[in-house]
């Protein structure tokens, strides 16, 4: 029995096929191409021919993509939303599309209504619900919106009138328009949480058009039974149905990729994890063997949100970085000859220097003709390669959480332009199979579930609060494809609201479990 794992980066796509013990039995790199979607499926054609495994042994497939982020960052392929907001007239101040970017606000249609209904922090009615007024608006939308978000005040406490809008909106819409919830993507607070679930109804078409091509791509190779994952960004996989309604979940899933495999290459659960790739590097938090979740609001296409996402921090700095020396200073990227590197940088007979020539230039790295970067001043190259162990070392420096020395997994495809050793730093640990971490990451990965809501503990007491929230949790892991039998709890998020008088209290579970 085989596993592939393929996840695309903005340099390379890389695809690794793992046996049932896990074991690596070969990986690929094939540039990503602009489309996305030929990459991967040269990608794939190259490991399976390379391999020559039996086809028919594959019982899983796994993918990593880019491709929702790229949409909402070139602001193409996306759907045109329709936002129900269930607040008025309480919220009329501050509407939805406030801050967001114009351009990304015109790609997504500007189609909003504020609707009565919503609820108080304790629970009570905002304002009355209508079930009249839903229709009638939903009414106005036939043939005008491709999706529905939809988004109540306080939902994260009582989400009945979130759903009965959805019910509302598959009888007059029909079933084929897809309804976001908010109460199942977002966290408390209303703007960021509606945010969120904006982008998801936009990114549907995204997602099926992905999910189609990764199983057509497959069938094609003649890989027709296996079971077929996307990855998420906390380091977790799920169904293709589940990535149909969640699209928003593969956002930053390559960094957790990374992660994931830094964490089975090295054998540890607690650690910082540097992954270079060609254009940027993304710095994150090994914890309990999964990704350290960002506890603030998140940016994503210049949209303020406060979905689940992960801690990373991303520096311009890769292995394709271009080097210059601006008025007797060295600058390093941000710009990058990305996928271009084996045309681009000099060892390639290029005429661009990059931080990959400097490191063949000082003898750190074993990469094309060092022939071709031997007129380089070893001064200059020495104050490049400082260059690059600064920028490092800062980035490290930000997601410490003590001045403690850290332990340092370093994986992708550029961390040969990392120095041997940096400031802040105890130990750095290499593999030999770390160029393709990402990859190994998504095919290892488990199925997760998460749930989270406000409970008011003076009314349902704490125990029964986290059972519920349990259940939930598990139910969430049952609907992504894993095993009921294999789920447990890793992680259990408690935070008091201190504003609310009868011990209001924020609950977050997470569980995993095995894939079917």
Excluded at 67 to 74: F, G, L, P, R
Excluded at 160 to 176: I, N
Excluded at 339 to 360: N, Q
Excluded at 493 to 498: F, H, Q, S
Aim: charged fraction near 20%; proline fraction near 3%; include cysteine.
């Amino acid at each position: 029995m085989y596993k592939i794992g393929i996840d695309v980066g903005g340099t390379n796509t890389d695809a690794v096929i793992l046996d049932e013990k896990l074991n690596l039995i070969h990986s690929v790199k094939h540039p990503t191409s602009e489309d996305i979607e030929s990459g991967i499926r040269a990608a794939l054609h190259k490991v399976l021919a390379e391999s020559a495994i039996d086809k028919a042994a594959v019982t899983h497939a796994m993918l990593g993509t880019t491709q929702c982020t790229n949409a909402i960052v070139e602001r193409k392929k996306l759907a045109k939303v329709g936002v129900i907001r269930l607040g008025y007239p309480a919220t009329a101040s501050v509407l939805p599309y406030t801050a967001w970017p114009e351009d990304m606000v015109d790609a997504l249609s500007g189609q909003y209504e504020l609707a009565h209904g919503g609820f108080e922090y304790d629970g009570s009615t905002l304002s009355e619900f209508s079930e009249e007024e839903i229709r009638t608006l939903l009414e106005k939308w036939s043939g005008v919106v491709e999706s529905v978000a939809v988004v109540g005040v306080f939902s994260s406490l009582k989400n009945e009138q979130e759903y009965r809008v959805k019910k509302l909106a598959e009888e007059v819409l029909g079933a084929t328009v897809p309804i976001s919830i908010s109460s199942t993507i977002g966290s408390v607070g209303l703007i960021e949480r509606e945010n969120a679930t904006i982008l998801n109804a936009a990114l549907f078409k995204v997602m099926a058009a992905t999910s189609d091509g990764f199983e057509k791509a497959l069938a094609e190779e003649g890989i027709t039974k296996a079971e077929v994952y996307l990855c998420q960004n906390d380091g977790t996989l799920m169904s293709l149905d589940y990535a149909r309604e969640f699209p928003i979940l593969t956002i930053a899933c390559g960094p957790t990729n990374s992660i994931r495999g830094a964490s089975y290459l090295a054998g540890l659960e607690n650690a910082v994890v540097l992954d270079v790739g060609g254009t940027t590097s993304d710095i994150g938090i090994l914890a309990g063997g999964f990704p350290r979740e960002s506890s603030l609001a998140v940016d994503v296409g210049g949209v303020r949100t406060n979905f689940r996402m992960p801690d990373i921090i991303s520096i311009g700095l890769g292995g394709g970085s271009i080097v210059r020396e601006q008025g007797g200073e060295i600058t390093i990227g941000p710009d990058s000859v990305g996928y271009l590197i084996s045309e681009k940088a000099l060892v390639f007979g290029g005429d661009t220097l990059t931080t990959t020539d400097i490191a063949v230039r000082l003898g750190h790295a074993q990469i094309g003709d060092p022939e071709k970067v031997a007129h380089i001043d070893q001064v200059f190259a020495e104050k490049a390669y400082q260059k690059i162990a600064a920028m490092t070392e800062d980035a490290i420096d930000k997601m410490k959480t003590s001045a403690e020395d850290v332990t340092l997994v370093l994986v992708g495809g550029g961390s040969v332009i990392i120095p041997a050793k940096l400031n802040g730093v105890a130990e750095i640990i290499r593999n030999a199979n770390g160029a393709v971490a990402n990859a190994i990451g998504a095919s290892i990965s488990q199925i997760s579930g998460q749930y989270e809501q406000i409970y008011i503990y003076s009314q349902k007491p704490r125990d029964e609060a986290l059972r519920d929230a349990e259940l939930k949790a598990r139910g969430q892991a049952t609907l992504a494809g894993a095993i009921e039998q294999t789920i447990e709890v890793v992680e259990v998020e408690e935070i008091p609201l201190a504003y609310h008088p009868d011990n209001a209290t924020r609950l977050r579970v997470k569980v995993v479990g095995n894939l079917v």
